[in-house]
C-alpha cells in the first residue's frame, strides 16, 4: 500500500516536470493493427452541384480564396480533412471570373467534371485549357490561378494533400502580388495533363486481372506523395474484397454501381466521390460499366515502408 503512494507521488511529480512515465500512459501508443477516426463516406455530385450553382449567386471569387465544397469527412472533431493525409472539394468557376493566382507546399490536381471552351487554369506561366475528363497536376510550390471564358460555369473535383503537410508542418503559402497570373505561353504538357482519349486509351490496353477490371496508374511523378489511377469495372463486375493501409478516395468518372466499404454500402454514379480510409475492407460492384479515378497516399506510404496490402479469403 505505501509502495502504491509513493508511485503515485512519483507520477504526480513527474507530470509536474512535464514527463509521462511510460507505466503511467493514458492510453496505448501501439496497437495490433491500424485504427483511424476517419469513416468510409460517399458525398453525391447531385447534391454538391446545386449547392454551388446556388453559391455562384451569392459569393464571388473575389470575395473567397476559391469557391469550393470540401468533402469533409464525419468524425468528431474534424472540420476540413476527407482523410488522414488526402482532402477533396467540388469548385466552380462562373463564367467570366477569375479565381486569384497563388502557390503552397502542398500538391495538387484536379479532375475535370464539366468545363466549355474558354475555361482554363494556369500553372506557372503555362494556359492549360481545360476540357471534360481532363486529370489536370499543380505540383507543389507551382503557381496556379484559374478563370472562365466560356458561357456556362466549369465544375472540377479538387484533391490535395494539405493534411499531410500540415501534420508534418513544412506548409508555405503565398498570393500572387498582382492577384491573377496572366499566362505567358499556352499549352497541354504532358507533366500537367492527363487527357480523357489518352487514359482511356490506357485501359483499352490494360490486361483484366481476375475479377475482371483493368487498372492503369498514371506516371504523375511531378507529385511524389500521391498515386492516380484509374479502374474499369464491366457490367456485372464484383472486385474482390480487400483491404490496405493507403488513404484513398474514389471519384466516378462514369457509369454507377456500389461499394461496401468498413460495412457500409453506397450506391453511386457518375460525379460522386468515396473515401476510403487506411484498413478499411471494401469491395465494388459495377451494375453498369464504370470508370473510376483513384488519389491516395500509397506513395507516401510505400516510401516509408508502411504500405501493406491484403485481399479477404475466398
Known amino acids: 500500500m505505501s509502495n502504491q503512494s509513493e508511485l503515485e507521488d512519483l507520477n504526480d511529480v513527474l507530470a509536474h516536470m512535464t514527463f509521462r512515465a ?3 500512459k493514458h492510453e496505448p501508443s ?4 491500424p485504427r483511424t477516426a476517419f469513416v ?8 454538391a452541384r446545386p449547392s454551388l450553382d446556388r453559391a455562384g449567386e451569392l459569393i464571388s471569387a473575389e470575395l473567397a480564396e476559391r469557391r469550393n465544397l470540401f468533402l469533409v469527412n464525419p468524425h468528431e ?3 476540413y480533412a476527407t482523410l488522414r493525409t488526402l482532402v477533396c472539394a467540388y469548385q466552380m468557376i ?8 497563388h502557390r503552397h507546399s502542398p500538391n495538387a490536381l484536379r479532375l475535370v467534371l464539366d468545363a466549355p471552351p474558354g475555361a482554363y487554369t494556369v500553372v506557372d506561366g503555362v494556359r492549360v485549357d481545360m476540357e471534360s475528363g481532363d486529370v489536370l497536376l499543380t505540383p507543389g510550390d507551382c503557381w496556379h490561378g484559374h478563370a472562365n471564358e466560356g458561357d456556362r460555369p466549369a465544375y472540377w473535383i479538387d484533391f490535395l494533400d494539405v493534411p499531410l503537410v500540415q501534420q508534418l508542418e513544412p506548409m508555405f503559402f503565398e498570393n500572387w502580388p498582382a492577384g491573377f497570373q496572366d499566362p505567358s505561353s499556352v499549352g497541354r504538357p504532358a507533366s500537367l495533363v492527363f487527357d480523357r482519349a489518352s487514359s482511356k486509351a490506357a485501359l483499352n490496353s490494360a490486361s483484366p486481372s481476375a475479377d475482371g ?5 498514371l506516371s504523375a511523378g511531378g507529385l511524389k506523395t500521391m498515386e492516380l489511377s484509374y479502374e474499369r469495372l464491366p457490367a456485372g463486375t464484383a472486385t474482390r474484397a480487400m483491404r490496405s493501409t493507403q488513404n484513398q478516395i474514389l471519384a466516378v468518372v462514369e457509369g454507377q454501381g456500389v461499394t461496401v466499404a468498413g460495412g457500409q454500402t453506397f450506391r453511386w454514379r457518375t460525379g460522386d466521390v468515396i473515401a476510403i480510409p487506411s484498413w478499411s475492407q471494401h469491395h465494388h460492384q459495377a451494375e453498369e460499366a464504370s470508370v473510376l479515378f483513384s488519389v491516395s497516399d ?9 504500405y501493406r496490402e491484403v485481399l479477404a479469403a475466398g
Open 298 to 306: 500509397a506513395p507516401t506510404m510505400k516510401q516509408l515502408g508502411f
Open 213 to 217: 477490371r483493368q487498372r492503369v496508374v
Open 30 to 33: 501501439l496497437w495490433p493493427e
Open 40 to 47: 468510409p463516406f460517399h458525398w453525391v455530385w447531385g447534391d
Open 22 to 24: 511510460g507505466w503511467n
Open 77 to 79: 472533431g474534424n472540420h
Open 94 to 101: 462562373l463564367p467570366g471570373e477569375r479565381a486569384r493566382s
